[in-house]
């Protein structure tokens, strides 16, 4: 595979001639007709075979995601930009925002707290959210032609490099109903001993969208695999390899001593998702808008044209999960965990099991002039059922225990964007039976239209209120060297309130908001110090009874002067407990780059960007529970306070995007702090290809 994606950069040139040659004028003005099918021939007086027909292919694709508790389709751009391609592939975001382990594919937590998920049902599967995709956040595509996307990203060699393959297809049979496949593969050897990332998904997806009957299906099968190191023994061999064995001229990263060796954590993930709905309504004349000399227009009335009106629309949602997982320790150190529960030869795996299904009826808005807007009452019953191992009192023999859990919720929304200046959702549930009762949330936006200085702006604000039972894990789990049952954590209490102006002709976006939250449920660092400066490994669950504030500011700003573009993303944090809630003060993403055409069709970017955060007490990560936790606050560490930064050429040429990265072009340089975990440095300087091919056929 990377000896065909070097094959296909050295074909730039051809491709580049081959743009001249279908501009070429040929006698009787004909043009040679690259692109519609026909070979040229300098040969010939004249190519144009009239044996043959030009077929113009439709390339015109349109995108949505669905929202997993009503139903309803949101548009998104298509996933086809040429802009900040060669940051699609980094584990730590494009713009930088997310710690991770060092390796593509290691699991990772965004440093942005507004970013972070407030839902918590899939603990061991949001450090992968880089690679595993809810059912809201995938892209369904309806296409006038066959659809195909491949991509591929690749870095390093056959010992220590990074391959990520992804192939999407989509095709319509008819205006109504589409069908298609994604298969993505990642494999990560990893530039660190025993941190290899093998991750694999394949989805299958179709819809049917009309007025009367629509329905929305996804299947995805997941198998995520992560070599677990448990970090390098010493930072020196990073900041200060001169006091280590490390400033040995063949010495490589590879060569650094870890903590674990033969260690994994392994995923099994499996999703159904259905959701469908029926319309009842009615048809009526469609007005038409006639266009009339100078500006003004009138409204005609075409009896032969018509238009459904929906009324109201009854949605059933089945969304079901099945996740295994499984820590495997084949060999650990001496005196590294503080407990042992199990033998060692015990199965440290869970399963956890959801089916939900949700109904709900809506009155729609604008089929009359009271119906002012969407209004929608819904409920939805939940069954959970985890299985955790456990011991037999008094001897280590093994058990699987298996809990259950029956939630019922009933809830309600009103919204309505029918006007394109004035857009808002009030949204609320709460579990009136069952394991979670008493839970409830509030969550509402608003976005105003207008101008200011004859400037369009656009002005969006959300609020929410949210009052929910920490997850299953954080109340049970059982394990070879960590055991909790938690039955009387209380209630996390969040109440958060945002704001975003958007200046689009200023290219500015600035967005503040603040968040109260009582009862915060974490995993506290309890490590027992065994020796002076030795601390032996030791986890456990606790809240923050007192109230804790995040305080956050974020500005976009991006500059155009001619070919020279620079993106900015600052933000600003505060957290009132940086002990329990640990936030870098600052967080920085620069972009300068220079964007002009070669040959006429060749849009490129040259630029370097750099990603930047103020040091900070962050959280470590646990292999044992595949899960970013407290630091040890009598061994604790700061990380940040140095730039990451890398230069690159991007290139769009018709349907194909490729670009030429150097990631990490400052290694070496500095204090050499380039640990996004504590003990965890990330990738050093390295050379990446990426390639983006769309077929439309």
């Keep these: 595979m990377r000896r065909l994606l070097y094959m296909l950069f050295l074909m730039l040139p051809m491709q580049l001639l081959g743009q001249h040659i279908q501009g070429h004028q040929l006698e009787n003005n004909s043009q040679s007709g690259f692109g519609s099918g026909e070979v040229f021939s300098p040969f010939k007086k004249n190519p144009k075979d009239s044996t043959k027909v030009d077929v ?51 699991p990772r937590q965004t440093r942005i707290f507004f970013n972070r998920p407030t839902e918590t049902s899939y603990d061991f599967l949001q450090p992968y959210d880089y690679f595993f995709t809810r059912p809201g956040r995938f892209f369904f595509t309806d296409t006038k032609s066959p659809y195909t996307n491949l991509s591929y990203h690749s870095s390093g060699n056959k010992v220590d490099g990074d391959d990520r393959f992804r192939a999407y297809f989509t095709t319509n049979a008819g205006k109504h109903f589409g069908v298609g496949f994604l298969f993505d593969y990642l494999y990560a050897r990893g530039r660190y001993d025993n941190q290899a990332s093998s991750q694999m998904n ?22 995520m695999k992560q070599a677990e190191n448990g970090g390098i023994i010493d930072d020196r061999y990073i900041t200060r390899p001169e006091e280590t064995d490390g400033s040995n001229s063949n010495f490589g990263t590879s060569d650094i001593p870890v903590k674990l060796e033969d260690s994994w954590n392994r995923n099994e993930v499996y999703t159904l998702f259905f959701t469908h709905n029926y319309n009842l ?31 109201a629309r009854i949605t059933h949602t089945l969304d079901i999960t099945q996740n295994s997982r499984e820590f495997i320790n084949y060999r650990q150190p001496a005196s590294y965990y503080a407990d042992t529960y199990l033998p060692k030869d015990s199965t440290d795996k869970t399963r956890y099991f959801k089916m939900e299904n949700r109904l709900s009826l809506s009155l729609r808005e604008g089929f009359s002039r009271w119906a002012f807007a969407d209004v929608t009452a819904f409920a939805s019953y939940r069954y ?73 702006v656009i002005l969006k604000a959300r609020a929410f209120m949210k009052n929910n039972r920490p997850s299953f894990y954080y109340r049970h789990y059982h394990s070879e060297h960590y055991w909790w049952d938690n039955d009387d954590l209380d209630k996390e209490f969040k109440t958060r309130i945002a704001g975003e102006i958007h200046i689009p002709s200023w290219k500015t976006r600035l967005s503040a908001g603040v968040e109260n939250i009582k009862n915060y449920t ?31 500011a974020t500005l976009k700003q991006d500059f155009t002067f001619g070919i020279f573009n620079i993106n900015t993303d600052i933000t600003y944090q505060h957290s009132s407990n940086k002990s329990v809630l640990p936030l870098p003060d600052l967080n920085l993403y620069a972009n300068l ?17 750099v990603r930047y955060f103020t040091k900070y007490y962050a959280p470590d990560y646990s292999p044992a529970l595949g ?8 061994d604790k560490v700061e990380i940040g306070d140095y730039p990451i930064a890398s230069v690159y050429a991007n290139f769009l040429l018709k349907q194909t995007r490729f670009y030429v990265k150097y990631y990490h072009v400052n290694e070496g340089m500095g204090n050499r702090n380039y640990f996004l975990v504590p003990h965890y440095p990330t990738t050093q300087g390295v050379l990446w290809l990426g390639l983006s091919w769309n077929f439309y056929n």
Excluded at 409 to 416: A, N, P, R, W
């Design 56 to 106: 113009n292919v439709p390339k015109e694709i349109h995108q949505w995601h669905v929202n997993e508790h009503t139903g309803e389709v949101i548009p998104v751009g298509a996933d086809t930009l040429q802009h900040m391609f060669q940051n699609w592939h980094l584990t730590e975001g494009v713009n930088g925002e997310y710690n991770f382990l060092g390796n593509m594919g290691t």
């Design 202 to 223: 394949f989805s299958l997806f179709s819809f049917y969208r009309s007025d009367r009957y629509n329905y929305h299906l996804l299947a995805s099968r997941y198998h």
């Design 281 to 311: 309504g009615f048809n009526r004349e469609k007005n038409m808008v006639t266009k009339q000399s100078g500006d003004s227009t009138v409204v005609t009335n075409d009896s032969t044209a018509t238009e459904f009106v929906s009324v």
């Design 384 to 456: 959970n059922r985890y299985t955790l191992p456990d011991s037999v009192a008094g001897s280590f023999n093994e058990v699987r225990k298996k809990y259950s859990e029956h939630i019922l919720s009933v809830g309600g929304s009103i919204s309505s964007d029918r006007f394109d200046n004035f857009k808002y959702c009030i949204e609320g549930e709460t579990a009136i039976s069952g394991d979670e009762i008493g839970s409830f949330s509030l969550d509402g936006t608003l976005e105003l239209n207008f101008k200011l200085w004859k400037k369009d």
């Design 522 to 552: 974490y995993i506290a660092n309890n490590a027992v110090e065994a020796t002076p400066g030795r601390f032996l490994n030791r986890f456990a669950v606790a809240q923050e009874s007192e109230n804790i504030q995040v305080l956050t």
């Design 593 to 609: 780059f220079i964007k002009f055409k070669i040959a006429k069709v060749l849009n490129t970017e040259l630029g370097a960007d």
């Design 627 to 634: 899960q970013f936790v407290q630091q040890n606050q009598a």
